[in-house]
């Protein structure tokens, strides 16, 4: 792809990216959390579920780019504080999203990663204000972006110097109704095919229904991606934002298992060949 620099596919094969303990890049990480910070217990419960089921790293909001403005905006910095006490007491690693360039700082000191959101990914002051962090960072595809657009936003971010960038398909528009975004499983190899950075999936916002999260979290392994991040409540009756795309512990753990059993599957496959 032209003009690709430092995202397209290089010699020495493909990029694995740190948070904290996990390896983004090596094995399957699942990622899971609730979409908003909503209360310290919230975040607690929520999170010694998702790790009791096998989650590799925690997410949750604290900074919410809502479409209205009358709509939870977040807790902010008092979010970012129980986002840390969840990550104390579990060791799972933080991601939380950054929507202004005056938070990264802030942000950086509470969390391991940086999530750009899809409503950001074209937001130039805010690719080099992550650039620049010493976080890695995971860049959502904008939900009208096309896949080259998409590596030219983490082409911003590895250009100011931090190699760590870990790509989401999160779904598109398309004019299909039925579900929120359209999940473009077919960005996973064709983004193996380009580029050297690590892609992940999000059946959450890909689907905005909780019964196809476990059939595109399925589907994303198979299509070659190297993880995915979902929505997890401890009661997702009561969440605040993104409720009919959020699973419960129980459905969660039961995905960790399909999950993994297909992907040990794949592996055991790929070591015959
Ligand atoms: C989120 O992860 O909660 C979120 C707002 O995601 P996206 O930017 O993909 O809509
Ligand atoms: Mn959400």
């Excluded at 997410?59 to 006490?85: H, M, N, T, V």
């Excluded at 911003?156 to 110097?161: C, D, P």
């Excluded at 229904?209 to 009561?238: F, K, N, Q, T, Y």
Aim: charged residues 25%.
């Amino acid at each position: 792809m032209k003009g690709l620099k430092l995202a397209s596919l290089k010699e020495s094969g493909r990029s694995k990216v740190e948070v904290g303990p996990v390896t983004v890049g090596e094995g399957f990480v699942i990622i899971a959390g609730p979409c908003s910070v909503e209360s310290e217990d919230q975040m607690l419960e929520t999170a010694r579920a998702v790790k009791s089921a096998g989650a590799n790293m925690l997410r949750g909001g604290a900074f919410k780019p809502r479409s209205s403005p009358y709509e939870f905006q977040g807790l902010g910095i008092d979010g970012l504080k129980i986002l840390r006490k969840a990550r104390d007491e579990t060791g799972l690693p933080i991601v939380t999203e950054v929507v202004d360039p005056r938070d990264v700082p802030l942000i950086c000191e509470h969390a391991d990663m940086l999530q750009i959101g899809t409503r950001n990914m074209q937001n130039v002051a805010l690719l080099k204000e992550v650039g620049l962090a010493d976080k890695p960072v995971l860049l959502k595809r904008g939900m009208f972006s096309t896949i080259e657009e998409w590596l030219n936003s983490a082409e911003y971010i590895l250009n100011e110097g931090n190699p760590g960038v870990v790509l989401c398909e999160r779904g598109i528009k398309t004019h299909e109704t039925y579900t929120r975004n359209t999940l473009d499983l077919s960005a996973v190899p064709a983004v193996k095919e380009l580029s050297h950075l690590p892609i992940i999936t999000d059946p959450s916002h890909g689907t905005g229904r909780v019964s196809l999260i476990g059939p595109m979290s399925l589907a994303s392994v198979a299509s070659g991606a190297d993880g995915i991040i979902v929505e997890v409540h401890a009661h997702p009756e009561l969440a605040v934002s993104d409720r009919d795309q959020t699973l419960g512990p129980g459905q969660f753990a039961e995905i960790v298992k399909n999950v993994r059993a297909l992907r040990s599957f794949m592996e055991k496959g790929s070591a015959k060949r």
